[in-house]
C-alpha cells in the first residue's frame, strides 16, 4: 500500500473511532452520599450497565460527587446542572406531602425491595398526577429499611426515651418525634457519630445500615425496635426532562424499560442489603436489640393512625389526592410486591 494512502485510511479510521465515541450520550448523575454509600457502589454501576446493555452503548452513566447538599438536588437536576440524582424527600421540608405515604409505621416486616416496588406502583397510580415533582421527571422511587432508635442507654418504653435528645430527620420521622414528646434534633445521618460521641445527643433515629456506615454502634450500643420499623423514609431518582431531547426515541424507551419499577426494584434492595450488613456488625460489637411490645405497641398504633388521618384529611385538602385510597393501595401493592421476582439476579454479582 502506498504510504500517503495508508495515512489517509489511518486518519478515516480514527475519524470514524473518535465520531462514534462522541456520538454517545451521558447522564451525568449528582450523588450526594459518601462514596462507600450503596447508592455508590451498587445502584448507580447496575443502572450503567443496563442502560449501556439496553441502549447498546449508545447511552451511558458518569456519577458526579459532591454536586450540591441533599436539599438542593431537585434544583440541580431542573436546572440542569445534572441529568439526575436521587432525592430524600425528608430533607426537603415543606415541599413534599404525598411522598410521606411509604413513612408511616406498617407494624410488619417487609423488605425495602418490595416497599419500593409497591412505592412505585402507588406514585403511578395515585400521586404522580399531583405535581410535586414539578421540572423533573420521576424514575424511580425507593423506601429505606425500618426506622428504629439507637441510643446511649437501654430504652425498653416509650415513656424511657420522653424528652431525650435524639437526632430527627423530617417527614413522619419528624411527626413521630413530636408525638412521642422526644427533643428532636435535626442533623443529617453524618453528623450522628460526631454529635453521640460528644454528648450532644442521646439517640438517633435512623435505619439499621447506619450502624455500620455512620459508626453508629461505636457510640449507641443500644435499639429500639418495632416489627416494620417506626418509620421509613421516601426517596425518588429523578432526570431532567430535556434529556430526552439527546437520545432518540428508541433509546428513551431502552432507559424506561430498566428504570421505573426494575430501577426501585434496585434501590430497595441495596438498602436491604446494607441493613442485613448494619445489624451484623452491631451484633459483632455486642449490641442489643430490645422489641417495643405490650400497652406501648397499641400506643404507637394510635399514635400512627393519627398521623396516617392528619395526612389524608392534609393532602386532600392542598393536593386534590384520595389520601386513605393511596394508603390502602401501597399496602395491598406490599403483598402483591412480594410475589414478584426479587431483581438481585440483575445485580452484577460483583456488585452485590
Do not use: C
Amino acid at each position: 500500500m502506498h504510504k500517503k494512502t495508508g495515512l489517509v485510511i489511518g486518519t478515516l479510521t480514527a475519524a470514524i473511532m473518535s465520531t462514534s465515541a462522541l456520538a454517545q450520550t451521558t447522564i451525568t448523575v449528582s450523588t450526594w452520599a459518601g462514596p462507600n454509600h450503596g447508592i455508590n457502589t451498587m445502584v448507580w454501576p447496575t443502572w450503567k450497565a443496563w442502560i449501556e446493555e439496553a441502549t447498546e452503548g449508545r447511552v451511558t452513566v458518569e456519577v458526579v460527587h459532591d454536586m450540591g447538599p441533599p436539599a438542593s438536588q431537585m434544583e440541580i437536576v431542573a436546572d440542569g446542572i445534572a441529568d439526575a440524582t436521587w432525592v430524600f424527600h425528608g430533607y426537603n421540608t415543606g415541599r413534599f406531602q404525598l411522598t410521606k405515604l411509604p413513612e408511616f409505621p406498617t407494624f410488619e416486616d417487609f423488605s425495602s425491595e418490595n416497599a419500593s416496588a409497591a412505592y412505585w406502583r402507588t406514585h403511578q397510580e395515585h400521586l404522580a398526577g399531583a405535581g410535586e415533582h414539578r421540572g423533573v421527571d420521576v424514575v424511580a422511587a425507593g423506601v429505606h429499611g425500618p426506622g428504629w432508635i439507637f441510643s446511649s442507654e437501654q430504652y425498653e418504653t416509650l415513656d424511657d426515651m420522653r424528652g431525650k435528645r435524639i437526632r430527627v430527620g423530617g417527614g413522619v420521622m419528624g411527626d413521630l418525634s413530636n408525638a412521642l414528646e422526644l427533643t428532636g434534633v435535626a442533623l443529617p445521618p453524618t453528623g450522628v457519630y460526631e454529635a453521640g460521641s460528644q454528648g450532644v445527643i442521646d439517640g438517633a433515629m435512623l435505619v439499621p445500615e447506619g450502624l455500620r456506615s455512620f459508626r453508629v454502634a461505636e457510640i449507641f450500643p443500644y435499639t429500639l425496635k418495632v416489627d416494620g420499623g417506626f418509620y421509613r423514609g421516601s426517596f425518588t431518582i429523578v432526570m431532567n426532562p430535556m434529556f430526552w431531547d439527546q437520545v432518540s426515541d428508541e433509546d428513551r424507551a431502552a432507559i424506561e424499560e430498566v428504570s421505573g419499577e426494575r430501577l426501585s426494584r434496585l434501590f430497595g434492595y441495596m438498602m436491604d442489603t446494607m441493613d442485613v450488613r448494619g445489624v451484623a456488625f452491631a451484633e459483632e460489637q455486642g449490641h442489643t436489640f430490645t422489641e417495643l411490645g405490650g400497652d406501648d405497641l397499641e400506643s404507637l398504633r394510635s399514635m400512627s393512625d393519627s398521623m396516617v388521618s392528619e395526612w389524608a384529611d392534609s393532602v386532600s385538602a392542598n393536593r386534590g389526592v384520595d389520601g386513605m385510597a393511596a394508603i390502602e393501595h401501597f399496602r395491598e401493592q406490599l403483598t402483591a410486591a412480594a410475589e414478584d421476582e426479587s431483581v438481585e439476579s440483575l445485580v452484577p454479582e460483583t456488585l452485590r
